[in-house]
């Protein structure tokens, strides 16, 4: 109920652009992380919570530990994330209400924060095309939307390359990887994935997004498919890296 009433918010919120005073009377933008009543300047976080963020700082950083992690299993030119995960904090949060209730707004904002970090990288200069790692269709049906999609194409329109979301697809959802160890999860993930046009990727230097970095093996797996076809390179984005 909550991600229906939000959508709706921001449908009202573009019916009456100049009644947004009006209308916080009743709804007031609040943090989604502590509750505070945002002021005007602010999306999602109050600036208390916004300042307690931890961010990565890899985007400039060659050879940082998103790339120390597909050392030796796969061949990905730059890797960068926006945020750090750890559980039970600020991060797990923005993650669940992107994930589970319907607040795509956050993978925009992440998307807008880590893009500006981009522009200014020449490591990220050469990218053409922009792919998110894809949903199963039948998890995709039940929750409504790919949480890494938003997030995705506003990198890719910072960027000034295409969002294709539909070139790489997963063949089956499988079962959570959370218990299983490196290789169980790389053993999972070996076949999930397959692309649908292949002949739109020869030579070109994709950039994979996916929401959360953790074991790499989902990424891995993406990464593997795409290098396979001639002249391809694979660069990776995230909105998070675990700790």
Known sequence: ?????????????????????????FYPRCCIECGRQLLPDSKLLCHVCLTDLPRCGFTEQSGNRAEEL???????EAATSYLYFKKHGIVQNLMHQLKYKGRQ???????????REMEGSDRFESIDLVIPVPLHPKK??????????????VLAAHLGVPFREESLKRSFTGKSLTSKNR?????????A?????PENFLGMHILLVDDIITSGATLE??????LNLPGTRVSLASMAFTL
């Open 221 to 226: 797996a993406c990464a593997h498919k795409i």
């Open 183 to 191: 290789i169980e999860r790389n053993e999972s993930m070996r076949n």
């Open 70 to 76: 597909f050392y030796g299993r796969a061949r990905i």
């Open 193 to 197: 994935f397959f692309i649908a046009d």
């Open 105 to 115: 707004d956050i993978g925009n904002w992440v998307g807008e924060a880590l893009a």
């Open 1 to 25: 109920m909550g991600s229906i009433r939000y959508e709706s918010l921001l449908k009202l919120g573009k019916l009456h652009r100049f009644g947004g005073d009006f209308l916080g009377l």
């Open 140 to 153: 995709r049906r039940n929750r409504g939307y790919n949480q890494v999609s938003r997030f995705g194409q």
